[in-house]
């Protein structure tokens, strides 16, 4: 069963500058989140995954969420991960004290977490090529640099029935910047 998760989604301004890095990964021909074809698909900040996310969660993660949007959260630089010959290339994000421990507080009422450790990052490319890292490095560094991102919505993403929904802050951005 895939996970359920409750994620940041970002104001356009953040999401055209992540969606600025997936692009120019893209266009030079790397792995790119800018290929992932989900419904889902724009950038987020993930807070929990689980399979499954019980729906009695989503109403306490609004309540400890909602009131600490809009969040502005710190980019602190790359991050690799995985350790096969395949790795997720990401944005190390640091969110702030507040913030963090409102997360904290989220992840304990949801068993069975994909990760007991919460690592907040924002995915720019999965599955890239160990030799192509000094590449997509190359092609980052000529997309100008996203230093902080401001996340303004919660959403609750059920695979099950394939909807995503905002439960804190701002209406969902229109279907138009879901990838075909």
């Known amino acids: 069963m895939p996970d359920h998760a409750l994620e940041l989604s ?50 306490p993660a609004a309540d400890l969420i909602a009131p600490l949007l809009p969040a502005v959260i710190a980019v602190r630089g790359l991050l690799l991960l995985g350790d096969g010959p395949r790795i997720t290339l990401a944005h190390l994000v640091e969110p702030d004290a507040a913030l963090a421990d409102a997360v904290a507080r989220l992840r304990t009422l949801v068993p069975d977490l994909r990760h007991s450790v919460w690592t907040p990052h924002v995915t720019l490319a999965r599955r890239v090529p ?51």
């Open 10 to 59: 970002f104001d356009e301004a953040s999401a055209r500058a992540i969606e600025a890095q997936w692009e120019a990964l893209r266009a030079a021909g790397l792995p790119s989140q800018a290929d992932h074809r989900s419904m889902t698909n724009a950038p987020h900040l993930t807070l929990v995954a689980a399979s499954p996310i019980d729906a009695s969660v989503v109403a």
């Open 130 to 180: 160990r030799r192509q890292l000094a590449r997509a490095l190359e092609v980052l560094g000529e997309v100008p640099p996203v230093r902080e991102i401001v996340a303004d919505r919660l959403r609750w993403w059920d695979p099950e029935t394939r909807v995503v929904e905002t439960v804190s802050g701002l209406p969902q951005p229109p279907a138009s910047r879901a990838r075909p």
